[in-house]
C-alpha cells in the first residue's frame, strides 16, 4: 500500500483515489489552493471527475483528519499543506505572495506562550509574518 493509503487507513478514513490524489497534489505543491489543486487533478487526469464539492468535501476530510493543515493568509484564499505535527511558521511576500515555512520559534509547541489563559491548555501557535522575498525586493 502507497504511503497516503496507509495514512488515510491510520486516520480512520477510506483510501480513495480522490483523498490520495489531493494528497499527492499537495505533496508536490505545498501552500496550494483549492483551485490550484483542481488545475493539478485534471492536468494529471488520474483521478475520475471531481466536482468542486467534491473537492471541498475531499479537503474538508483531509483537514479534519490532520492529515492537511490549512493556512489562510489574509487577502489570500485558503492554502493546503501536508500535515507534518511539527508546529511550524510562515512568512508571506507582500509582493508576490509566496509562502515560506518557517520554524519554530522557541522550543517545543506551541513555542509562544499567550500568558495566562484560564479555562485553556494552549497547545499550538500559528504565526504569519509578513515582508518581501529578495526578488520582490529588488524588483521595488
Given at each position: 500500500?502507497?504511503?497516503?493509503?496507509?495514512?488515510?487507513?491510520?486516520?480512520?478514513?477510506?483510501?480513495?483515489?480522490?483523498?490520495?490524489?489531493?494528497?499527492?497534489?499537495?505533496?508536490?505543491?505545498?501552500?496550494?489552493?483549492?483551485?490550484?489543486?483542481?488545475?493539478?487533478?485534471?492536468?494529471?487526469?488520474?483521478?475520475?471527475?471531481?466536482?468542486r464539492q467534491g473537492l471541498y468535501n475531499v479537503l474538508d476530510?483531509?483537514?479534519?483528519?490532520?492529515?492537511?493543515?490549512?493556512?489562510?493568509?489574509?487577502?489570500?484564499?485558503?492554502?493546503?499543506?501536508?500535515?507534518?505535527?511539527d508546529n511550524h511558521h510562515h512568512l508571506v511576500c507582500r509582493?508576490?505572495?509566496?509562502?515560506?515555512?518557517?520554524?519554530?520559534?522557541?522550543?517545543?509547541?506551541?513555542?509562544?506562550?499567550?500568558?495566562p489563559v484560564p479555562g485553556f491548555r494552549v497547545d499550538q501557535?500559528?504565526?504569519?509574518?509578513?515582508?518581501?522575498?529578495?526578488?520582490?525586493?529588488?524588483?521595488?
Amino acid at each position: 500500500m502507497d504511503e497516503f493509503g496507509t495514512r488515510l487507513r491510520d486516520k480512520g478514513l477510506r483510501n480513495t483515489p480522490q483523498r490520495r490524489a489531493v494528497l499527492a497534489a499537495v505533496a508536490r505543491t505545498p501552500h496550494v489552493t483549492a483551485a490550484e489543486i483542481a488545475t493539478v487533478l485534471d492536468a494529471d487526469g488520474a483521478v475520475g471527475a471531481l466536482s468542486r464539492q467534491g473537492l471541498y468535501n475531499v479537503l474538508d476530510d483531509l483537514v479534519g483528519a490532520r492529515l492537511l493543515r490549512p493556512l489562510e493568509p489574509a487577502g489570500s484564499p485558503a492554502r493546503f499543506e501536508l500535515e507534518t505535527h511539527d508546529n511550524h511558521h510562515h512568512l508571506v511576500c507582500r509582493g508576490c505572495g509566496r509562502i515560506q515555512d518557517v520554524p519554530c520559534a522557541i522550543g517545543a509547541a506551541p513555542c509562544l506562550d499567550p500568558g495566562p489563559v484560564p479555562g485553556f491548555r494552549v497547545d499550538q501557535a500559528e504565526v504569519t509574518w509578513w515582508g518581501m522575498c529578495a526578488e520582490c525586493e529588488a524588483k521595488a
